[in-house]
């Protein structure tokens, strides 16, 4: 059965063109073509966005939002930041002092704290900085590394991250990202997702893939693909053995997946410098602290990342788009990519 | 609808704390916000998505840019609440009751027990299946219409590890829809 899935994923993206899915996201309801039957999936879930609020719901909620709008343009009036000091852990700094920060770096190499940085698995405060360097070809990343960085997690217990994590060693839609989206699927259905028998499972396909990516270029080729699934199904699920309830909730300490690799202040991609992005402001923090942006003066967020360097550079960069929030300029740093 | 020209105009209102005009923005975004939250199995959607909107205001003056940007900040801050809810729903115990609303007013209820029944249940058990990352795209692309990068952003992954969640995430969907027909 699962066999079938490999096959039908590969058939899907011979048959099936980026245009194709995109018409069908976006577009008009599509009566015919090779992805008709999914339009009517489209089209029901399209239905959810129909939902209109009620009147008192929205007078409610803009009289509520216009107070605390005008409260904080007050604030910001007289002289204070938006923002309450309480969330500025790690002192402000300037964007032109993170560009010489980052340029001592650059000068004193792969040494200290890149060299660390370069070791650095998702989670660790200088997580941000290792793909940070990695982009500007410093310590470039490789297959290799995330496949290491992948052990690491695995290590300490994030089996569904891992495995996540292991897809970045991977570049596209290939056999194998079919095969390790198996293998991830099987780990969120399993029974206990972190048991000893997955994590073992889990174990073997990141072996498996250290020791077989890169071969003849063997990324793409089917065997590479074929192997990982193989081990995949070996991992059992819950089904397997109960039915999973319908509450599809990820269980506690998912939300920390350091799986995008990618900070979300991903507007400094591509521009060649990188240097706005400060130690640790990148990396793992974007769903870390996924709820720190949400709500000044929680804190508590490991990496520093919603301090200011981040968020300034980003909007200094790209220019529009709250500094501040999002933590790392998900969407001030838009405009940067290239 | 986007409001268009009178974005501008709105936003700077908005900053100056005018009811109008957060009225204006909320009721332009609560479809897909709330939809969006809905889809994703948020019990309590239509707060959620308040809440999503008050957060907005809190940093507002900070917000410089078009209504694109505006809109997909918006969705950034959603999605955020979203996996705050489902943090303190996993520190839960499993028993959640299916409808139980804590908003003040019973009207919320019948109105989330629409939202939640936009789907028919044939579809909403194969989108159940997909994994997380690719309900999430798939929704904030065809209910949110975020485009790729938008959404990257959202969810904070790579571009191209979007493109691929969304084309395994149709695979899969249109799989579990097959799989329902012949076995019926």
């Known amino acids: 059965m699962r066999r079938r899935s490999d096959y039908r994923f590969e058939m899907f993206n011979a048959t099936v063109s980026e245009q194709e899915i995109e018409r ?12 008709s039957d999914l339009a009517v999936f489209v089209e029901e879930m399209r239905g959810y966005a129909a939902y209109v609020p009620s009147d008192s719901l929205v007078d409610r909620v803009a009289a509520e939002a216009a107070t605390l709008a005008l409260a904080t343009r007050e604030s910001a009036v007289n002289g204070t930041k938006a923002s309450p000091p309480s969330r500025r852990r790690w002192p402000a700094l300037s964007p032109r002092a993170a560009v010489a920060t980052l340029s001592l770096l650059m000068v004193v190499g792969m040494t200290g704290v890149a060299a660390a940085a370069d070791s650095a698995a998702p989670g660790d405060p200088l997580y941000g900085l290792d793909r940070a360097l990695e982009r500007i070809g410093i310590g470039a990343g490789s297959a290799a590394e995330r496949l290491e960085e992948a052990d690491q997690l695995l290590t300490e217990g994030q089996t569904l991250q891992a495995l996540e994590h292991a897809t970045e060693a991977l570049d596209g839609d290939t056999a194998a990202s079919a095969a390790l989206d198996i293998a991830i699927d099987r780990v969120e259905t399993a029974a206990n997702e972190n048991s000893a028998a997955v994590q073992e499972k889990v ?13 003849d270029e063997g ?9 990982i699934a193989d081990i995949a199904r070996g991992i059992a699920t819950a089904s397997e053995n109960v039915t999973p309830g319908p509450v599809d909730d990820p269980p506690p300490g998912q ?5 995008e690799g990618e900070p979300p202040g991903n507007g400094n ?9 400060p130690p640790g402001s990148g990396g793992t923090q974007g769903n ?3 709820g720190n942006g949400n709500q000044p003066g929680t804190g508590g967020n490991q990496g520093g990342g919603t301090t200011d360097p981040s968020g300034n550079s980003g909007a200094s960069g790209g220019g529009n788009g709250p500094p501040s929030e999002p933590p790392s300029g998900t969407a001030p740093g838009r405009g940067n990519r290239p | 609808m986007p409001l268009g020209p009178k974005f501008e105009a709105t936003l700077n209102a908005a900053k100056d704390g005018a009811e109008w005009a957060w009225a204006a923005l909320y009721r332009d975004l609560a479809g897909p916000v709330t939809g969006y939250l809905a889809s994703r199995g948020a019990r309590d959607a239509e707060d959620l998505a308040s809440e999503t909107f008050l957060q907005v205001a809190r940093n507002i003056q900070r917000f410089e840019g078009e209504e694109v940007a505006f809109r997909s900040w918006v969705f950034v ?3 955020r609440r979203l996996i705050d809810w489902r943090r303190s729903q996993s520190r839960r115990p499993s028993t959640v009751p299916l409808a139980t609303h804590d908003g003040e007013q019973s009207g919320g209820d019948v109105e989330v027990e629409a939202i939640d029944r936009v789907v028919t249940a044939e579809l909403q058990d194969a989108f159940e299946k997909l994994t997380e990352t690719q309900r999430d795209v798939l929704a904030l692309r065809i209910i949110g219409h975020l485009t790729l990068e938008e959404t990257a952003g959202v969810v904070g992954k790579r571009l191209g590890a979007v493109k691929a969640a969304q084309r395994r995430g149709l695979v899969a969907l249109r799989e579990h829809l097959e799989l329902k027909r012949v076995t019926q």
């Open chain 1, 24 to 35: 069908l996201l976006t577009g008009p309801p599509a009566g015919n073509g090779p992805l």
């Open chain 1, 203 to 215: 174990g073997a396909i990141l072996n498996f893939m250290s020791e077989n990516i890169g071969k």
């Open chain 1, 219 to 227: 990324v793409d080729g089917v065997d590479f693909g074929q192997g």
């Open chain 1, 255 to 259: 939300q920390n997946r350091p799986d």
């Open chain 1, 269 to 277: 991609r591509g521009t060649g410098s990188g240097s706005s992005d």
């Open chain 1, 288 to 290: 870390e602290n996924s």
């Open chain 2, 77 to 79: 801050i959603a999605h």
